[in-house]
């Protein structure tokens, strides 16, 4: 028996919540190139927080469907700043290739400081959330935002 045959087996379904959330930070973590211990897997979901260069951020998933639109919790207004992930498979592949949450290509994200968030609110839609951020950022603009964040 193969890890893959394993992982197939217990977990096949990469889009089930605990999953993608852990499958966002894992494009957080390709994205900075940083080790297990500096990005560790999420102990909760959809919402989670991890520290990078001393700056401490929230960071929340969800998947673009048809069927709801998307939403995201916020995290701790004692956090520096928000990291959304938005799987969105049908917008940047091709209909023949299937969702794939390990795919850098099918994430969008926006990173948000606190402070620009409204105070009162526990979640955000997406259609909010593009009116006040834009498109966001792909994959391979990620590390660069984060780094800026980090004083």
Not at 95 to 112: N, T
């Amino acid at each position: 028996m193969t890890r893959d045959a394993f992982l197939a087996w217990c977990h096949p379904d990469l889009l089930e919540e605990r999953l993608l959330h852990a499958s966002a930070l894992w494009q957080v973590r390709a994205a900075l190139a940083a080790s297990a211990a500096d990005v560790p897997p999420p102990s909760r979901w959809p919402l989670s927080a991890f520290e990078w260069g001393g700056c401490q951020l929230a960071i929340a998933s969800a998947r673009a469907a048809e069927a709801r639109p998307a939403s995201f919790r916020l995290g701790e207004r004692s956090l520096r700043a928000q990291l959304f992930c938005l799987l969105v498979p049908g917008e940047l592949v091709s209909e023949a290739e299937a969702i794939d949450p390990l795919d850098p290509r099918q994430w969008r994200f926006w990173l948000v400081p606190f402070h620009q968030l409204h105070p009162e609110r526990q979640s955000i839609g997406l259609s909010a959330l593009m009116r006040a951020h834009g498109a966001g950022l792909i994959h391979e603009d990620l590390a660069a935002a984060l780094h800026a964040l980090v004083p």
